[in-house]
C-alpha cells in the first residue's frame, strides 16, 4: 500500500447539509423545519430543562443543606510528607508548592499523621496539638503565621 491510495473509510466523510438553498436541493423553504410553530422561528425552541409546561425536575426535588461562604479551606500535610525536606530545613508553603505537596498558596494546615526523626522548621497557618509537638519534640520548630 502506498500514500496515493490510501482512502477514508467508506461513510466516514459526510457532506455538510446546506439548508436553504432552492427547492429541488430537498431543504429549501423551510428549510426542514416544518411549518409555523416554535420550532419554526428564528430563536425559537425551547431552553434547557424545559418540561413541556410541567414543574421541571430541578425545581421538583427537594433542595437541602446551604454552602458555608465563610468556610475556611486548607491544604492538607501530613508529617510523614515533610520526610522530603533535610534536616534543619525551613518549609513554607514556597517550598511545599515546589515539593508538588500543595498545590496553590492558601491556608496550610499540618496534621500528626506520620513521625520525623530530625529537626525542621515550618511555617503553616494552622496546626494540630499532636503534630506541633512531634515536630518540638524532634528539636523543630512550628510557626504559626496569620493570614
Not at 3 to 21: A, F, Q, T, Y
Not at 75 to 87: G, H, M, Q, V, Y
Not at 121 to 132: D, E, L, Q, T
Amino acid at each position: 500500500m502506498d500514500i496515493n491510495e490510501l482512502r477514508p473509510p467508506r461513510g466516514s466523510r459526510k457532506k455538510r447539509k446546506r439548508v436553504g438553498r432552492g427547492e429541488s436541493s430537498g431543504w429549501g423553504k423551510t428549510s426542514g423545519r416544518g411549518s409555523k410553530g416554535q420550532n419554526a422561528r428564528s430563536g425559537g425552541g425551547v431552553s434547557v430543562g424545559f418540561e413541556g409546561g410541567q414543574m421541571p425536575l430541578q425545581r421538583r426535588i427537594p433542595k437541602r443543606g446551604f454552602t458555608n461562604i465563610f468556610k475556611k479551606s486548607y491544604e492538607i500535610i501530613n508529617i510523614k510528607d515533610l520526610a522530603r525536606f533535610n534536616s534543619g530545613e525551613t518549609v513554607d508553603a514556597g517550598a511545599l508548592i515546589k515539593r508538588g505537596l500543595i498545590k496553590k498558596e492558601g491556608a496550610i494546615k499540618l496534621l500528626a499523621n506520620g513521625d520525623i526523626s530530625y529537626p525542621i522548621n515550618i511555617i503553616v497557618n494552622n496546626a494540630s496539638r499532636a503534630a506541633k509537638e512531634k515536630i518540638e519534640s524532634a528539636g523543630g520548630k512550628v510557626e504559626i503565621a496569620k493570614r
